[in-house]
């Protein structure tokens, strides 16, 4: 084999997954890994655990790979991270992991992403779970949110002896990992269902239904029901519009809502009652993955698919993978242009959209070239839906209800980046409703920092 080019991995042909909600990604065999595992260097002072948010020990566990010894490349996974199955499909490796790995700087870096979803896959399959704390220390904690944020500060502390209820607000847990990313990336039963039955076989609980600001407060959870500590994991769900004229019409769908109705709810499965809106021409504003996602399955419901995006190819902000993969697909990708108005028909549902063409000017505060409208270059596209894809932010629904919560002026949570601290003693909190939509893996990272700080402080009391 060439030790410079990573072992390839088997897809769905691109025309036969336009039309199913089939995962994408069919992952490596037992000997496309064990083939994998053994280009990795061993490197003594592994840039590619630096690179890791929850600092997975990644040569260790490649090397039990590279051996066939999966259940123990489980187990060191699993150390660190409560979720690997999800991240070996969802994390942007190339930024993370991989893109510090020393084989890409000649060649190809290790498919660390892919090694880690096969050890998780086969761990599954062969029924093995992570390892429980041996026995309880006695002390209640709180989590609020079941996403990846709140599953992995529940399992750390699981793991430790806490005992530790999550409460979430939907009726299914898995908070974004269930209702925003789509099945062909991350499938429910297979995947998510299952990390989260492993999460509970660490001992801890799980109440769905549960609004933290409504059903019961902070301040109830602390003083009547005993918990002495409380992380908060409740994401970013409230999404962001543009403003533009026609906005209100029916047929115009935040991306949130969209991905919910179709992945929480089943819209796309004929025996569900769902309603979504079928679009013959969908047009989805924005660039990121969750546009990726939106517009991967408006096309899979029949639709044709546009995405409309500000800046050009070299800004977009999804993953190069998202992209590929949208583009094979058959998406279509508009390019600095910019929705200026939606045109609604006598109905009030969606016509068209106006556009104006845009040009990079000088770099903003971020340093990414600012889109500069080009006078006089409007022009009208027809459409029958319209997906806003711009970014969620926290709801401010647990802030405004939380004595002595500090919020910053976007409503998220301020905390501590180390340790997940708030404002308000022996509260803390992590991931989205702290940063704004951000990464699967980035909130995790935020849940583990959290965990380790609650048990300090518990322990120091």
């Known amino acids: 084999m060439d030790v410079m080019k990573k072992v390839p991995v088997t897809e769905q042909e691109p025309k036969v997954r336009a039309t199913n909600f089939e995962e994408v990604c069919l992952g490596y065999t037992k000997e496309e890994a064990m083939a994998e595992a053994s280009r990795c260097l061993n490197c003594k002072n592994a840039q590619c655990v630096k690179g890791c948010p929850v600092s997975i020990n990644i040569p260790a566990f490649i090397a039990e790979v590279k051996e066939g010894n999966f259940e123990a490349a489980y187990q060191i996974i699993s150390q660190s991270s409560a979720l690997p199955a999800v991240c070996g499909r969802v994390c942007p490796q190339e930024s993370q992991c991989e893109g510090k790995c020393i084989r890409g700087i000649k060649g190809e870096a290790v498919s660390i992403g892919k090694l880690e979803r096969f050890v998780a896959d086969w761990a599954r399959e062969n029924g093995i779970k992570p390892a429980p704390a041996e026995k309880k ?140 809106r079928e679009g013959a021409k969908v047009v ?101 839906t319209v997906i806003m894809s711009l970014g969620t932010s926290p709801n401010p629904l647990i802030s405004s209800t939380t004595k002595g919560l500090e919020t910053n002026r976007r409503k998220c949570i301020v905390a501590e980046e180390e340790t997940g601290k708030t404002s308000k003693e022996a509260v803390y909190a992590g991931g989205d409703a702290v940063t704004g939509a951000a990464t699967v893996i980035l909130a995790m990272g935020a849940g583990k920092h959290a965990a380790k700080a609650i048990d300090e402080y518990l322990q120091g009391k």
């Open 284 to 384: 989805v504003v924005g660039g990121g993955n969750v546009a990726m996602d939106a517009a991967r399955t408006a096309l899979r419901l029949g639709a044709e698919v546009h995405i409309v995006y500000r800046r050009s190819e070299a800004e977009l902000p999804a993953r190069a993978e998202e992209v590929h993969h949208a583009k094979e697909e058959g998406i279509i990708f508009d390019l600095l242009q910019n929705p200026t108005e939606i045109m609604v028909d006598e109905n009030g549902w969606v016509k068209g959209i106006k556009i104006i063409c845009m040009e990079l000017g000088e770099p903003d505060a971020s340093g990414r070239r600012s889109p500069v409208e080009i006078p006089g270059s409007e022009y009208e596209m027809e459409a029958d």
């Open 137 to 276: 220390n006695g002390h209640k904690v709180a989590v609020i949110g079941s996403g990846p944020s709140g599953l992995t500060c529940a399992g750390d502390l699981a793991k430790l002896g806490y005992d530790v209820t999550i409460f979430e607000a939907l009726h299914e847990a898995g908070g974004v990992l269930c209702y925003g990313i789509p099945e062909f990336r991350l499938p429910k039963q297979k995947v998510v269902a299952k990390e989260i039955e492993n999460v509970k076989s660490l001992g801890v609980k799980i109440e769905t239904n549960v609004v933290i600001g409504k059903s019961v407060t902070i301040d109830e959870l602390m003083e009547e029901e005993g918990f002495e500590a409380v992380f908060i994991g409740s994401g970013a769900g409230l999404p962001r519009f543009m403003g533009i004229p026609g906005e209100q019409a029916n047929g115009v769908f935040s991306a949130n809502e969209f991905l919910t109705r179709n992945n929480l709810m089943k819209a796309f499965k004929s025996e569900y009652d769902t309603p979504i």
